[in-house]
């Protein structure tokens, strides 16, 4: 491949190169500028002079951006060094995508997880029962869903990163951000994009529901975003969530459908998971027993059935599951102090109801919960809304803005703060609220009894709770 054909494939226009660079061949991979050498090809969104000056001193083939700036152009063209400038990144990062998987890992079969709730304990799960099968497996999931996206080419990146490590693969299980974008824009048709670049022979849509508001604003938007998928996995099976009634209506040419009430579908569950009518997974074989977790274990063997894993193995491998950090996860036993990654209004139901009902007589439910910060008064809405709909009476109910733990891009504004103390003043929910974290958890844990129930909800504001914990325990 050379830089001028790179560039055609992304609708980029060349800066700063003369005919030497343009008919050079790429001999590197595609990765971030601090782990770039010789030959590598670097995309970012944006880059300076500065930039442009260590990227050319340390040899690399090109750098792609979409927002060159800081005399990123004229330095490009004094050190005669090729810039790629496109108008949308995202197509940068797919070709580089599918060009680490054609060249690193051309032989393994690809599995894609997207939708709103649950992508990453599906994915790591689908992992997991791979790995334990004996299968040499990748995931790009880690516990803070950081790397399922196009905004740079952090898995491109990953999967060399592996397979120079460890050897060829036989599964990638590639986690897919459901709606992306960046400072502010929609990234458009995002899943698909990524999707289309993996050529996956399985794809797993666990949900459609609302998130990412302001990147979009209706639950038509995010259909849209979502109903490409299907598309870009073709002849391969989609395993799809027949409760959800939007992803009922993905038009997908071979679908294979699990459920928590039909028995109709091919796997479901009835107090364990059967599979054609047998139960092939005892409900006590089961890591969790909380109905939106036993969702994700369903989407998780649906897809390693199509992927003709023995049932043994897969059984073997759901019994000795361990969560990812902040899915339900246990951080004490007196009182019991639950954390989770519930930052959207479907995720805040699931996990406060599920709460709930691990409720005996005389305890209490002390709900913790981080707004989000610098995502919109919207999303922030819906989120108050979400609580408000699930809280008992005898909840007792704290926010935190986390203004102790959090950077510039997830501060807690003016307004965000305000839609929540309006929506539970409105419907008379008693709260307190603290401006610090390390308040926040100091004083509920002062509050609670031994036999009561903390849970920690909420995204990067709840991240560092329980590293906090560990000096308030």
């Known amino acids: 491949m050379k830089i001028d054909e790179l560039a055609n494939s992304i609708n980029g226009k060349t800066v700063g190169y003369d005919d030497f660079y343009l008919n050079q061949d790429f001999t590197g991979r595609f990765t971030l500028l601090n782990d770039a050498t010789k030959g590598d090809i670097v995309t970012r969104h944006w880059v300076n002079g500065k930039g442009i000056e260590i990227a050319a001193g340390k040899n690399i083939a090109c750098l792609i951006t979409q927002n060159p ?3 990123a152009v004229e330095k490009a063209e004094e050190l005669n060094f090729p810039l790629i400038i496109t108008d949308r990144i995202e197509l940068a990062n797919a070709y580089a995508l599918k060009w680490t998987v054609n060249n690193y890992s051309p032989d393994s079969i690809n599995i894609v997880i997207t939708g709103t709730n649950g992508k990453s304990t599906t994915s790591h799960l689908i992992y997991h029962i791979l790995d334990s099968a004996g299968y040499n497996a990748f995931t790009n999931t880690d516990s803070e869903s950081e790397f399922n996206t196009l905004i740079d080419p952090m898995v491109s990146k990953l999967i060399s990163d592996e397979v120079n490590a460890n050897g060829e693969l036989d599964y990638l299980v590639i986690e897919v951000s459901e709606v992306q974008g960046w400072l502010g824009n929609l990234m458009k048709n995002h899943a698909s994009l990524m999707s289309n670049a993996l050529s996956p022979k399985v794809g797993v849509i666990t949900n459609i529901a609302m998130d990412h508001i302001g ?9 849209d975003e979502i109903s490409a998928v299907p598309k870009a996995i073709g002849d391969g099976i989609t395993v799809l969530n027949f409760d959800d009634d939007l992803v009922k209506k993905l038009d997908s ?6 459920s928590m009430d039909e028995k109709s579908c091919d796997l479901y569950f009835d107090e364990g998971i059967f599979y054609n009518g047998e139960l092939i997974i005892k ?6 027993t909380s109905n939106h977790f036993i969702q994700n274990i369903l989407s998780a063997v649906g897809a390693c059935i199509n992927l003709n894993v023995d049932l043994n193995e897969i059984k073997n491998a759901v019994k000795s599951y361990r969560a990812l950090n902040r899915r339900f996860a246990k951080l004490n036993d007196e009182p019991l102090i639950i954390d989770d990654f519930a930052h959207n209004p479907d995720g805040i139901r699931n996990t406060i109801g599920e709460t709930i009902k691990l409720l005996e007589d005389n305890q209490k439910l002390y709900v913790v919960c981080a707004i989000r910060g610098s995502r919109g008064v919207e999303i922030n809405q819906l989120n108050v809304e979400a609580l408000v709909e699930v809280l008992t009476d005898d909840t007792n109910l704290f926010l935190s803005s986390s203004n102790d733990v959090v950077n510039d891009l997830n501060y807690v504004t003016p307004q965000e703060k305000e839609v929540f103390f309006n929506v539970l003043d409105k419907n008379n929910v008693n709260y307190t609220h603290f401006d610090n974290l390390i308040d926040c958890l100091s004083h509920v844990y002062d509050l609670a009894s031994e036999n009561d129930i903390i849970l920690l909800i909420g995204a990067q504001g709840m991240d560092p709770a329980e590293s906090l914990l560990e000096n308030i325990l």
């Open 69 to 71: 700036k800081d005399g």
């Open 215 to 223: 990147l979009v604003n209706s639950i038509d938007e995010v259909f």
């Open 253 to 258: 040419k071979n679908p294979f459908y699990w």
């Open 283 to 288: 409900k006590e074989d089961l890591p969790f």
